[in-house]
C-alpha cells in the first residue's frame, strides 16, 4: 500500500436508514452536521435513504417507497401502454 493517500481521521459514526429507523455504526471519514446519541455515547449521525437492511435485493421484499407522489405520476404518464391496444 501507498503510504500518505489514506485518510488519518477515522472514526465511529452513526448510520441511520430513514425508511426503517435503524441505526448501525460504523467507521468512517464523512462529515456530519447532526448527532445522536447512542448508549450514553454521542456519535456523529448520517442519514440515509435505504441502506441493506431496507432494500429490496437483501431484504427479499418487493416494498414500493413513494416519495412526493412520483409513481402515482410515473403510473398515469406511462399507464396507456400496458393497457391492451383495441
Known sequence: MKKGIHPENYRPVAFKDMSNDEVFISRSTINAKETIEIDGVTYPLVKLEITSSSHPFYTGK???????????????RYAKRTQPKK
Open 62 to 76: 418487493q416494498k414500493l417507497v413513494d416519495t412526493a407522489g412520483r409513481v402515482d405520476k410515473f403510473m398515469s
